[in-house]
């Protein structure tokens, strides 16, 4: 079916509303639910002792088939001056709409909320962008749900040329104005770079006047939300970053409102209004809070003590399960198995100390038993230096004590020069108790090289002279 020409949202206007929510304008999308949804409501509804006013979908400045800041105003002034309630709440479903109309609607509500004594809180249900979002301001607390985001805090102008589609489908618009900035913005005019930089301008005015009616009640400097670059905060991240004060389902924050009404309703009975206030003070004091704070600051910190203490409490529980489960292992009953249970920690640390000391013996006594095994194999000849730095000095007592055991021994680190005149390498070799080269080992060769270079090449020499002769 066609959408009548009277739920057209004006996308063109200079908007306060979060641009990813517009680019979703898709059938089944959410912001075109919104653009299909019911006309908003024309006054608050009652939940008990609190007065719900809905705001939802986008805003014009007055109310048609969308919400309008003008209608929105008079359900809050409304909901505030309802004698059948004690409280309000803001349940916010919106992208945020038109900036036309936004700044004196929240300057409205709130100078309304300022003279009431009803407290008052936002829901951000599950969005409160943008200009939606300058609405929450006003309220005493913004609540967001898990999922619930907030911010989008600026200002969105779009300029259309659509001068070239004219000419492909041969559209000749001539545009007749007085002055030569009375065109800027019209889609069948060429967008100038100069446009843009008064759009610009107007743009970023109007985002600054929306920082510092922001900042006028959250705990931001204009310059602290502007930093945030209209970005947008989901649940917790929105606590963070200041602008929203508690994350829970709307069902606990109505349960809230309800406790404040309730608190509000116990101080005006039947006590004087000094002791009233002598005792709000002592109350206040006790939460860690200043006396400026609001009921609603008092019932929420209440409400977190609370949570602390039940935490407390199953910390608790747990401590005396484990306690029963000690004292079922242990044999022993009360602070007997807990002496038990340090006695054998004792005891523990003990051999582990035994355990340590012994290590470092039996190191020591290994340490002392390979220094022998090494001076015994150089004495016999079994080791050479050469052999002590490549391998003895990282072996083990049980391999070097192996390796005595069966193995030869080597040429003795002698220079055959200092040998008499006349006795051969061979002579030398049979005295230092060496084999000949021809009944030598491979490996015994390798030990010799390493060992004696000299006596090895002479070995070497003589035994090829003897062969080849």
Not at 129 to 136: E, M, V, W
Request: aromatic share 4%; with cysteine.
């Amino acid at each position: 079916m066609d959408v009548p020409q009277t739920r057209r949202f004006p996308l063109d206007d200079v908007m306060a509303i979060d641009a990813s929510i517009m680019e979703r304008a898709a059938p089944g999308a959410g912001f075109l639910d919104m653009l299909l949804a019911e006309p908003p409501e024309s006054t608050f509804t009652r939940d008990g002792s609190v007065a719900v006013v809905t705001v939802a979908g986008p805003l014009l400045k007055a109310a048609s088939f969308f919400d309008g800041y003008d209608s929105i105003r008079r359900r809050f002034s409304a909901a505030l001056a309802d004698p059948d309630t004690s409280a309000v709440m803001l349940k916010i479903h919106s992208p945020g709409g038109v900036v036309a109309g936004m700044f004196d609607a929240a300057r409205a509500m709130r100078a309304a909320r300022a003279t009431s004594t009803k407290p008052v809180v936002a829901f951000a249900d599950e969005c409160a962008f943008s200009a939606a979002y300058l609405l929450a301001s006003v309220a005493d607390r913004i609540v967001v749900s898990e999922t619930g985001a907030v911010g989008s805090i600026g200002v969105l102008a779009t300029m259309t040329d659509r001068t070239a589609m004219n000419k492909q489908l041969g559209l000749r618009v001539e545009l007749v104005a007085s002055g030569k900035r009375k065109t800027d913005g019209n889609p069948d005019a060429a967008i100038s770079e100069d446009a843009i930089k008064r759009a610009q301008g107007l743009v970023d005015l109007l985002g600054a006047k929306f920082a510092a009616a922001v900042s006028e009640s959250r705990p931001l400097t204009p310059a602290a939300v502007l930093a945030y670059e209209a970005d947008t905060f989901m649940g917790p991240a929105a606590v963070k970053a200041g602008l929203a004060d508690e994350v829970m389902p709307l069902e606990q924050a109505m349960r809230l409102l309800e406790a404040t009404v309730a608190v509000n309703s116990n101080k005006t009975n039947g006590t004087s209004g000094a002791v009233r206030g002598k005792k709000m003070k002592t109350v206040l004091a006790a939460l860690g809070l200043s006396e400026a704070s609001t009921e609603l600051e008092a019932m929420s910190a209440l409400n977190s003590l609370k949570d602390t203490a039940r935490q407390a409490t199953d910390k608790e529980k747990a401590a005396a399960e484990k306690l029963t489960k000690l004292e079922a292992a242990v044999g022993k009953s009360g602070e007997e198995a807990i002496g038990h249970i340090f006695g054998l920690k004792a005891k523990a640390e003990a051999h582990e100390k035994l355990v340590a000391e012994h290590a470092e013996l039996q190191a020591s006594v290994a340490k002392t038993a390979k220094e022998a095994l090494v001076a015994k194999g150089t004495a016999s000849g079994q080791l050479s230096p050469a052999m002590i730095e490549k391998w003895a000095s990282g072996a083990s007592v049980e391999s070097l004590t192996s390796f005595l055991a069966v193995a030869p021994r080597v040429i003795p680190n002698a220079d055959p020069k200092e040998a008499q005149v006349g006795t051969s390498p061979a002579a030398v070799a049979k005295s230092a108790g060496a084999k000949p080269w021809a009944e030598m080992k491979p490996m015994e060769k390798h030990d010799l090289y390493f060992s004696n270079r000299a006596l090895y090449d002479a070995l070497k020499t003589e035994h090829e002279q003897a062969t080849a002769s």
